[in-house]
């Protein structure tokens, strides 16, 4: 409902020029990053993160990939490390076990299951042709 009351707005929004739109953006980004912890190298940090974003978008990377190993890392982590700990420091008593093995297993065939999918594809498609 709210969104049907703003339309009139947020078109004139859109007729901004897009120099003082993104000079805007970028201003209260800088802004906000600073004023999270009051600190200058908070804004290195973004500025550091804009040019591997820019290149990450000039040559076609993921940047949503880059953005959860970012977020689920640190996560991940502490849960190897807390796995570890459980199994006192051995890997095989941590990893090996028919659960873990299970989830591991139907991970890779999930990852490898496209490739599989279209080699098998192409396989019929050239058997068919002859």
């Given at each position: 409902f709210g969104g049907m009351l703003g339309v009139k707005v947020f078109v004139k929004l859109l007729k901004i020029p897009y120099f003082i739109a993104g000079t805007t953006i970028l201003v209260f980004s800088i802004v906000g990053s600073?004023?999270?912890?009051?600190?200058?190298d908070d804004i290195w940090i973004f500025l550091l993160f804009s040019i591997i974003g820019y290149f990450m978008k000039r040559y076609k990377f993921s940047v949503v990939a880059l953005i959860l190993g970012l977020v689920l890392g640190h996560l991940i982590e502490n849960n190897i490390r807390r796995a570890l700990i459980i199994a006192e420091f051995d890997w095989a008593k941590a990893f090996l076990n028919p659960l873990t093995m299970t989830i591991f297993v139907m991970t890779v065939l999930l990852l490898i299951w496209p490739y599989v999918s279209s080699f098998r594809k192409i396989r019929k498609n050239r058997g068919g042709k002859k």
């Open positions: 600073f004023a999270l912890n009051n600190d200058i």
